[in-house]
């Protein structure tokens, strides 16, 4: 609400003065959730004036005198009528119209907004519904627009490095099936792959890092790009860990790319446990059952039996296997330790509590256990991407998807500590950019990880950060003056993984410009994922890049390719070219 005032406030501004007609601004929001109303029909009662509200809900309309009445009307709300008198700006608020589900969804909202008083309310999709494809769903991305500096400096977004996305369009391509738009999540895409940005110095648990060149696809614009890397940790000096495997074994898990793929991830994981990591294990059906007791790492036969003992079969308890195995976590408690649930599903809940809503809302309540979230994404046709990025986002947690033995590999060997050991948690960067610097600007990707309400920062959850990961982000810029300087500075906040202080610390950026082609490696390849998540989601902004950009951008910047990904990377645009995927 305060963007839509201080949007209201520059309107005013710009309006000048009219002797003989009183001009009224405003702005018309939802009366529950406070969001703003575009298309709203203003009237004058007795008079010819209207005006509709824009993007923003804001208006401006023209009014005879004081005693003018004006109607408010939008086909989703109930209208309403408001005399001017003395105000000369207003807020309307609209009730959403009467249906048998409305007193319902109210509470529900009513619900949400409260408990938003400790969690970022836009951070997670579950606020922005979902959409099906066949049987799979996934939570609706609206991409972020260009924002004038001048009307809003700040930009505010949730760090994290959740890899899911590159992972599930993976397995796409290769079954030569169409990629749903709202499965391609382009900070997942760029976050997929390492790095080579310096570790924090040491003592420091997190490092800010950022370039700045030229834009590939519309060379009127530049590129930002910042990075957030978390410091690193030797395997031998990680904290002793108390996991808890929550594991799906209904019906649905039944097919060889879920629950025996399943298996085979976990005893990758088992065998990178030590004699201080405890591990217990909950499988679910139709009801949840604890499988193993808290039992610790270097019992690896007892772990492994119980692991290749499991079946499938039955019903899907999501919601009481959750709090089956958080009580289990909270039991077997290790203080400064890494005290986690590794949850492994398709996501297909059908008893108690399923929709994502209501798992958002448990989850919530689970969080302030200090009990971690880890996610495995697992199989295709009734997979709920959408279930599972919620209860990531939402739980202090990260996602994956395991489409094959490789990918399981990937996450819990090579990836080990930065999987399941965090740095910081409630990591959120607050970047202002200079209006002398930066005409406009737009985050790429992140559409749902963006913080938009001014909430005193104690309240904000923000993403979580692993053991030597680098979180990604970039900017498509609009420059006002690529003369050198400052574009802006960013405050990073955030908390370590075992303490409740919110911590911050500041960092100026640098506006010194080079060529794409001059760029860092890193730059460029991330850039080059960046474009081809604009192309799979036929993105208004992808300018005039196409599939060969992309490919010859990512064959100039393999530099050093541990695990060969960006060769595979290389493969899939090339597959993907050959379908017609991509143009």
């Known amino acids: 609400m305060q963007r839509l005032l201080s949007l209201l406030g520059s ?52 009014v005879p005198s004081q005693d003018a009445v004006l109607t408010f009307r939008h086909s989703k709300y109930l209208p309403k009528q408001m005399s001017v008198g003395s105000h000369t700006r207003m807020l309307i608020q609209l009730d959403a119209e009467e249906d048998p589900q409305n007193d319902v969804n109210k509470a529900k909202v009513i619900a949400r907004i409260r408990s938003s008083q400790t969690s970022n309310p836009n951070y997670g999709n579950s606020g922005m519904g979902t959409r099906a494809f066949f049987d799979e769903t996934y939570g609706i991305l609206y991409e972020n627009k260009f924002v004038e500096t001048a009307m809003r400096s700040a930009s505010t977004f949730a760090v994290d490095v959740d890899r899911a996305a590159y992972s599930n369009i993976r397995r796409f ?68 860990s108390n996991l808890v495997f929550l594991i799906d074994v209904s019906g649905s898990m039944g097919v060889s790319n879920k629950l025996p793929l399943l298996q085979a991830a976990f005893r990758i994981l088992v065998n990178n446990l030590r004699s201080t990591d ?42 009481a296997a959750i709090k089956l195995a958080y009580q289990i976590a909270e039991e077997n408690f290790i203080k400064d330790g890494n005290n986690r649930v590794i949850m492994a599903t398709d996501g297909d809940f059908n008893v108690g509590q399923t929709s994502d809503a209501d798992m958002e809302q448990l989850i919530l309540g689970k969080k302030e256990t200090g009990v971690l979230l880890t996610c495995l994404g697992f199989g295709m046709k009734n997979y709920k991407d959408s279930k599972l990025e919620t209860l990531s986002s939402k739980g202090n947690g990260n996602f994956a998807y395991i489409d094959n033995l490789e990918e399981a590999s990937k996450i819990f060997a090579r990836e080990f500590g930065g999987t399941l ?12 950019f200079d209006p002398a610097k930066v005409k406009s600007y737009r985050l790429i ?44 500075n960013i405050s990073l906040s955030y908390r370590e993984a075992v303490d409740t202080t919110l911590r911050s610390f500041n960092y100026e950026v640098p506006a010194d410009l080079v060529s794409f082609r001059e760029a860092p490696d890193d730059f460029r390849f991330a850039a080059g994922v960046a474009l081809m998540g604009l192309l799979l989601r036929k993105s208004a902004y992808k300018g005039i890049g196409n599939v060969g950009m992309v490919l010859d951008i990512a064959k100039r910047s393999l530099a050093d390719d541990p695990g060969n990904y960006r060769q595979e990377f290389i493969r899939l645009v090339r597959e993907m070219k050959k379908s017609g995927r991509l143009e």
């Not at 405890?278 to 007791?293: K, N, R």
């Not at 050991?421 to 202002?432: E, G, L, P």
């Open 11 to 62: 309107l005013i501004i710009l309006v000048p003065a009219s002797a003989q007609k009183i001009w009224i601004t405003g702005a018309v929001e939802d009366s529950i959730s406070h969001n703003p109303l575009s298309e709203v029909v203003i009237t004058v009662i007795n008079d010819s004036a209207k005006a509709i509200t824009n993007q923003y809900g804001l208006f401006r309309i023209a």
């Open 173 to 240: 391509v290769k079954l030569k099936e169409r990629i749903p738009v709202d499965a391609v999540r382009i900070e997942e895409m760029m976050n997929y792959f390492p790095y080579h940005y310096p570790l924090p110095p040491p003592g420091k648990t997190l490092a800010v890092y950022s370039r700045y060149a030229t834009c590939p696809w519309e060379p009127s614009h530049n590129l930002l790009q910042l990075v957030v890397r978390g410091a690193a940790v030797n395997n031998d000096s990680l904290p002793a």
């Open 278 to 319: 405890h591990v217990a294990i909950v499988a679910y059906a139709g009801t949840p059952g604890v499988i193993l007791p808290s039992t610790p790492g270097n019992q690896k036969t007892k772990i492994l039996n119980a692991i290749d003992y499991l079946s499938a079969g039955g019903a899907t308890a999501g919601e």
């Open 421 to 432: 050991f965090t740095v910081a948690k409630d990591v959120r960067a607050d970047i202002v």
């Open 445 to 488: 990707g992140y559409e749902n990880k963006v913080i938009k309400d001014d909430i005193a920062g104690e309240k904000i959850c923000g993403g979580i950060v692993g053991a030597g990961h680098c979180a990604v982000a970039m900017y498509e810029i609009v420059p006002a003056d690529n003369n050198g300087g400052q574009l802006g």
